[in-house]
């Protein structure tokens, strides 16, 4: 069974940045898409980015676009998402995702594997 492990969440204050990682336990994830979404306290789930791992072609949300990127390194299927001048409203719950599908248009329910999640909090 595929595992996502994310780490590198935690309190920081706004302005400042993070970067979370997450690496998947699987042999084959060539033709994956691996990706983060995130959910602050009492809203819906949405898409944040995604990096395609056969050609490593990357999309941002608007929302983070500018602020946040994406990478992963490339002996590994291990991802990054290094956000910078952080808000308030990135407090979020930060998912690790994957699937063959490209995240971003996907309907939540039918995203193949997704990480326990890995909470960033900004204090203004």
């Known amino acids: 069974q595929v595992q996502l492990r994310e780490s590198g969440g935690g309190l920081v204050q706004a302005g400042n940045s993070l970067r979370l990682s997450c690496t998947a336990s699987?042999?084959?994830?060539?033709?994956?898409?691996m990706g983060w979404f995130r959910q602050a306290p009492g809203k819906e789930r949405t898409f944040v980015a995604s990096?395609?791992?056969?050609?490593?072609?990357?999309v941002i949300a608007d929302s983070v676009k500018g602020r946040f990127t994406i990478s992963r390194e490339n002996t590994a299927y291990t991802i990054y998402l290094q956000m910078n001048n952080l808000r308030p409203e990135d407090t979020a719950l930060y998912y690790c995702?994957?699937?063959?599908?490209?995240?971003?248009?996907?309907?939540?329910?039918?995203?193949?594997?997704w990480g326990q999640g890995t909470p960033v909090t900004v204090s203004s």
């Open positions: 995702v994957a699937d063959k599908g490209t995240l971003w248009t996907m309907f939540l329910r039918y995203i193949e594997f």
């Open positions: 699987a042999r084959n994830f060539d033709n994956y898409y």
């Open positions: 990096v395609k791992l056969s050609d490593d072609s990357t």
